[in-house]
């Protein structure tokens, strides 16, 4: 057998221990930079990704703001609209008020132009009152002769009876001497019974004349009014009630001469005291309230003295009767002196009425304890219409 001494391998050069360490400590350092580099690379991402947050909430408060904005945008746009429809509110509310003021500044003229058309018919009725009434006529002398015009009176009666209407029954009657009053007191039928009333006076002084009335209320100013002039004429007014006379016609009716006040026996007499109505209440809105409340407490006081007074009754039993709407039979009204007679088959051809009422009493004075029929309301009614128990509402 024999060696091939000729190929001999190669055998690696083992290190020695330095070189080993040394070559460990360059991998360790290598090791050691590679992993610096990773944590550097992973500072990096995390920064990144830090950085990408903050980018996100930057994104997120940004879309926050932008919601904020177009919340503000919606309100502001909700409030512009509310204010729309306040204003579109107070523009109606504004031709509401525009169109009650002119509906009012309408009925305002409407009211002025029947005023005015009320007016005109009255001077036309005053002119031809006056033409007809006039003397001495056209072309005569100036001097007053009662037995001409006596005769002239009579000649226009005899016109009256050729051909009869309803104007000329009002002048028969009103040369009769017979005023009516048929209808709630307002300013216009106050105004005309108080001129008839006074020219009547002025055509003859001695001579009393007849009021019928059948009045329901009305004005306290124009009732005073006409009561005054009652109280102001001289002659005797007989007053004559029928239907229903209540408040200022229960007032009028009872303001007559003593002895001449009668009633139907189908009328009906309620007293109340003096209230204001609405109207009154508008017109006077504006005046204070002390001055407005001493002013009724004036006409309350100045009636109840001129029922107790003219009555002769107790002043509480007055009282009692003017705190509420008690409607008095014509027996009733006549024990508490309102009236003096009661008419049972009322006035016709037959009765001889000018000679009743025309009389006069000797002094021209009531004295209620000089009649034999007075009896005090509370001993004349029976039980069911004592005192407490008459007719109220």
């Known amino acids: 057998m024999s060696l091939n001494l000729g190929y001999i391998p190669k055998v690696p050069f083992e290190e020695g221990p330095k070189q080993h360490k040394e070559k460990e400590e360059e991998e360790d350092q290598e090791e050691d930079q590679e992993e610096e580099q990773e944590d550097q690379e992973e500072e990096q991402e995390d920064q990144e990704e830090e950085q990408e947050d903050q980018e996100e909430e930057?994104?997120?408060?940004?879309?926050?703001?932008?919601?904020?904005?177009?919340?503000?945008?919606?309100?502001?746009?909700?409030?512009?609209?509310?204010?729309?429809?306040?204003?579109?509110?107070?523009d109606q509310e504004e031709e509401e008020e525009d169109q009650e003021e002119e509906e009012e500044d309408q009925e305002e003229e409407e009211e002025d132009q029947e005023e005015e058309e009320e007016d005109q018919e009255e001077e036309e009725e005053d002119q031809e009152q006056q033409e007809q009434l006039s003397y001495p006529p056209q072309g005569s002398s100036s001097e007053y002769d009662p037995q001409a015009r006596e005769k002239s009176s009579e000649e226009s009666y005899s016109e009256v009876e050729k051909e009869i209407t309803w104007v000329e029954l009002y002048y028969r009657l009103f040369f009769g001497r017979y005023i009516f009053l048929g209808r709630p007191l307002e300013k216009q039928p106050a105004d005309q019974i108080m001129k008839c009333m006074i020219y009547l006076n002025q055509e003859d002084k001695t001579k009393g004349f007849f009021f019928f009335l059948s009045c329901r209320g009305g004005g306290m100013k124009q009732g005073v009014?006409?009561?005054?002039?009652?109280?102001?004429?001289?002659?005797?007014?007989?007053?004559?009630?029928y239907g229903l006379n209540a408040s200022m016609g229960a007032f009028l009716l009872h303001g007559g001469a003593f002895s001449k006040r009668a009633v139907s026996e189908n009328a009906r007499v309620m007293m109340h005291q003096p209230r204001m109505s609405p109207y009154d209440h508008r017109r006077y809105s504006g005046i204070e309230s002390g001055s407005d409340a001493d002013n009724m407490n004036r006409l309350r006081t100045y009636i109840l003295e001129t029922y107790i007074r003219r009555t002769g009754e107790d002043p509480e039993l007055i009282e009692y009767l003017l705190e509420r709407d008690i409607y008095l039979q014509p027996e009733e009204a006549k024990n508490v002196n309102l009236i003096d007679e009661i008419t049972v088959e009322g006035f016709d051809d037959s009765t001889n009425i000018s000679s009743f009422y025309n009389h006069k009493d000797e002094n021209d004075v009531y004295e209620k304890d000089k009649r034999s029929d007075f009896v005090p309301i509370s001993k004349h009614?029976?039980?069911?219409?004592?005192?407490?128990?008459?007719?109220c509402c």
Do not use: R
């Not at 009014?225 to 009630?241: E, K, L, N, R």
């Open 58 to 90: 930057q994104e997120d408060q940004e879309e926050e703001q932008e919601d904020q904005e177009e919340e503000q945008e919606d309100q502001e746009e909700e409030e512009e609209e509310e204010d729309q429809e306040e204003e579109e509110e107070e």
């Open 225 to 241: 009014a006409v009561y005054d002039v009652m109280q102001f004429v001289t002659g005797d007014i007989s007053t004559i009630g």
């Open 381 to 391: 009614l029976d039980e069911s219409l004592s005192q407490k128990n008459l007719v």
